[in-house]
């Protein structure tokens, strides 16, 4: 799909994350392409990218229906093995550079993890190429950035603008123990953008993940208010977690 006039926004009302992100670009694309999600043909689309990335992780993600207060949208549900694998920047570099990508998207989905490698290295005072992802290094993370630049690169808007990112108090649980929200690795991702308070709860923990917060900085998009253009597509996708009150969930507007 190519329009030198297509216009991309993406308002994130309670957060981002990798899978997110790759829900509201694959619905978009489903669109364009006359499919409709949630569908065997959808389904098989999908599959046919994630082939291109690794021919193994065909079938492994699909675009279902999920409503949240009553109001219909979308979320990707991912379906991979557990792994114990915890895998370094050259591994995953491996990964992206051996897959049938476009050119384009190799370089962004490269670029998301090694602005991501070089967070984590400044917040455990190490080498970047001593650093070993955790989270950010299973094969659904590495699958969400790759397929998250494929989809953006078969959109091919001339602008994409992002809202700007909201932040929250509370804790997360991850590989390092319990640590405060932002992680320190998001924290250092968030540097010179756009953060503005949560409207539901001030606790919620964390909003924006590693990975959206690397694919933010790593595709070609700004940050700001919704842009003036006529509206042809939209999207309205929901994450995993549940906040009492707010939907947790992204927009996605694309028009010209």
Not at 60 to 70: G, K
Not at 185 to 196: F, G, K, S, T, Y
Request: charged content about 15%; hydrophobic content about 50%.
């Amino acid at each position: 799909m190519t329009d030198e006039s297509l216009i991309l926004t993406i308002r994130p009302h309670t957060g981002a994350s990798g899978d997110m992100l790759l829900a509201g670009l694959a619905t978009l694309n489903m669109d364009a392409a006359g499919l409709a999600p949630d569908t065997p043909q959808a389904d098989e689309w999908l599959a046919g990218l994630c082939r291109k990335i690794m021919p193994d992780l065909a079938g492994t993600v699909v675009i279902r229906h999920r409503a949240v207060n009553h109001v219909a949208g979308w979320h990707a549900v991912v379906n991979l093995p557990h792994e114990h694998e915890h895998r370094n920047l050259a591994d995953i570099l491996g990964i992206i550079d051996a897959s049938d990508m476009a050119e384009a998207p190799k370089g962004w989905a490269k670029a998301a993890f090694e602005v991501l490698a070089a967070a984590e290295a400044a917040v455990h005072g190490v080498d970047i190429e001593q650093v070993h992802f955790h989270e950010a290094g299973a094969l659904d993370s590495v699958l969400d950035v790759c397929l998250v630049c494929e989809l953006f690169a078969l959109l091919s808007p001339s602008t994409c603008v992002c809202g700007p990112l909201p932040m929250a108090d509370g804790e997360i649980n991850c590989a390092h123990g319990l640590i405060p929200a932002p992680a320190p690795a998001v924290l250092r991702l968030l540097a010179d953008l756009p953060v503005r308070p949560f409207e539901g709860s001030i606790d919620a923990g964390e909003l924006v993940t590693p990975t959206a917060a690397a694919l933010l900085r790593a595709l070609p998009l700004e940050f700001g208010p919704w842009p003036a253009m006529r509206i042809r597509r939209t999207a309205i996708i929901y994450g995993q977690k549940y906040f009492h009150g707010a939907a947790n969930g992204l927009i996605f507007a694309l028009g010209a």
